[in-house]
């Protein structure tokens, strides 16, 4: 298998909350809610960068998609890791993150390998580390 991920999908609880939260407070690009026409359908995809998408799906109705059972989310499942350029754009980004309704778990500090990172959840507990890396480079 050729790795080609070009959208990640986030079961969320209540799909409008997800939206302002993404939309709103965070600023992601998006046309809203689609979908909702079809049973199980309603859907709200964010541009990341290009290639890349973000979804936004109930979780009822992505366990209905890929036929499994709902189980109580374990934000420690994965991570989503946003690399930014800055020590600064980190902290910027946490307090952004903060205001539109995250919940700070592990604020912006040092790291044992060198670098500068946070963690925060979004309200569904889906997990986020915002990262500066000093040995990568991060082009727009």
Excluded: C
Aim: glycine share 12%; proline share 4%; net charge negative.
């Amino acid at each position: 298998m050729k790795p080609r991920v070009t959208v990640i999908t986030l079961g969320v609880e209540n799909l409008e909350r997800s939206l302002r939260f993404y939309r709103d407070g965070l600023g992601f690009s998006t046309k809203g809610i689609i979908g909702k026409e079809f049973e199980h359908g309603a859907v709200a995809f964010f541009d990341l960068q290009q290639g890349l998408k973000l979804a936004i799906w109930n979780r009822k109705d992505l366990a209905h998609e890929a036929k499994v059972l709902g189980g109580k989310p374990n934000p420690t499942e994965f991570t989503l890791g946003h690399n930014v350029g800055s020590i600064a754009e980190v902290d910027k980004v946490m307090k952004e993150a903060e205001r539109a309704g995250a919940f700070i778990t592990d604020p912006a500090h040092e790291t044992f390998w060198g670098g500068y990172s946070g963690h925060f959840q979004d309200p569904d507990g889906h997990l986020w580390e915002v990262v500066w890396n000093p040995d990568w480079e991060i082009s727009d």
